[in-house]
């Protein structure tokens, strides 16, 4: 079993920036896939990044990419989301999730085994 906790959401002004961190506990060596999906109210989920240990290879959203990077300390068995340049349409609840392989696409949510509760991101115009 894994356990994921996402903490630093927040609400930031347009073009500002927020780091997003989820912290994994537990059969750590299972889920060498790790990503960030998020969902505004009335739309449905989306990935935004995913790392992969195997190699350090990163996916990005095109509605992402160039703003945000995705990070991975292992020791501390650890995600980040730096992101930057907001947008008001980057508001919503942001979720880490991981799972044993970043499928084809990656952006599937059903190669995500485990997830977290979720952190607000909220971006004011």
């Known amino acids: 079993q894994v356990r994921l906790v996402e903490s630093g959401g927040g609400s930031v002004q347009a073009g500002g920036s927020l780091t997003l961190s989820c912290a994994a506990s537990?059969?750590?060596?299972?889920?060498?896939?790790m990503g960030w999906f998020r969902q505004a109210p009335g739309k449905e989920r989306e990935g935004v990044a995913a790392?992969?240990?195997?190699?350090?290879?990163?996916y990005y959203a095109d509605s992402v990419k160039g703003r945000f990077t995705i990070s991975r300390d292992n020791a501390k068995s650890t995600v980040y989301l730096q992101m930057n340049s907001l947008k008001p349409e980057d508001t919503a609840m942001y979720y880490c999730?991981?799972?044993?392989?970043?499928?084809?696409?990656?952006?599937?949510?059903?190669?995500?085994?485990?997830w977290g509760q979720g952190t607000q991101v909220t971006v004011s115009s």
């Open positions: 999730a991981a799972g044993g392989i970043c499928g084809d696409p990656w952006s599937r949510s059903g190669w995500y085994k485990y």
């Open positions: 537990g059969s750590t060596y299972s889920i060498p896939c």
């Open positions: 790392i992969y240990t195997g190699g350090g290879r990163t």
